[in-house]
């Protein structure tokens, strides 16, 4: 299918940041598009490592396992957001989890020469690129934490002030609004069961830190709700 920019905003796109539009259209242009239905698997557990993707519209998440082999929801993949580029940089890897898309998903898949030969040329990509992948050491890092707290309150809590990260802000200081996910999803982000995961939506709504509306959270508090994540206190305080 061939690749429409129509309508696309570049600037959702934190890879193609300071990267001029024309070398952002000759990146995008080796790639292939493809449409997936909501619960598609995009990418499964040891795939063989040879495509990048990047999300055009949708949602998508990553299902890995933990210690007792148990599958989590790791992270979100939104608009903007890509995956597969570790393979990328490692000689004969396969993937570590799985990609399962929460909507409709439509991505550009990039093979890994023509991905590394992109790079080569535009180094501000290859600059990018190192930057979010910074990023994202320091939430996966912060998200391993997450199943040794002691408190469910605080898995709930620190899981999503990991999200908001994906949210959208719709005030420059106000809420932010995370993706409409089914209770089954928010509980497997959050390690919890649903019912455990209802009742901490509840305390946290008691405390001012979020509204919940039709499975879908806004942040209203987040100086609150990091307060609730903190490992190091308690979760709710008299």
């Known amino acids: 299918?061939?690749?429409?920019?129509a309508g696309v905003n570049l600037q959702e796109f934190p890879l193609f940041e300071g990267v001029d539009e024309g070398e952002v259209r000759k990146f995008l242009s080796v790639g292939f598009h493809f449409c997936y239905e909501s619960?598609?698997?995009?990418?499964?557990k040891e795939d063989a490592g040879e495509t990048f993707f990047l999300v055009m519209k949708g949602l998508a998440k990553l299902v890995l396992r933990n210690s007792k082999?148990?599958?989590?929801?790791?992270?979100?993949?939104?608009?903007?957001d890509f995956f597969g580029e570790m393979s990328m940089l490692e000689p004969n890897t396969v993937r570590n989890g799985?990609?399962?898309?929460?909507?409709?998903?439509?991505?550009?898949a990039i093979h890994k020469k023509d991905f590394?030969?992109?790079f080569q040329e535009t180094p501000m990509l290859a600059f990018n690129l190192a930057r979010i992948l910074a990023q994202r050491i320091r939430l996966?890092?912060?998200?391993?934490?997450?199943?040794?707290l002691p408190d469910n309150l605080q898995k709930v809590a620190h899981t999503l002030v990991m999200l908001t990260s994906k949210g959208v802000s719709f005030q420059d200081q106000g809420p932010v609004l995370l993706p409409q996910l089914s209770l089954k999803?928010?509980?497997l982000f959050c390690y919890t069961s649903g019912e455990v995961f209802m009742d901490s939506i509840e305390q946290l709504k008691q405390l001012g830190a979020l509204e919940w509306h039709n499975q879908r959270i806004v942040v209203t508090d987040l100086a609150a709700l990091q307060r609730c994540a903190k490992p190091d206190q308690p979760a709710v305080q008299s």
């Not at 299918?1 to 920019?5: E, F, G, K, T, V």
């Open 1 to 5: 299918m061939a690749i429409d920019l």
């Open 185 to 187: 999803e928010w509980a």
């Open 140 to 148: 996966m890092n912060d998200r391993l934490m997450t199943d040794r």
């Open 69 to 80: 082999q148990e599958q989590f929801n790791a992270a979100l993949f939104r608009t903007g």
């Open 39 to 44: 619960g598609a698997l995009l990418v499964s």
């Open 116 to 118: 590394l030969k992109s």
């Open 98 to 108: 799985d990609i399962v898309s929460l909507q409709d998903v439509e991505v550009i």
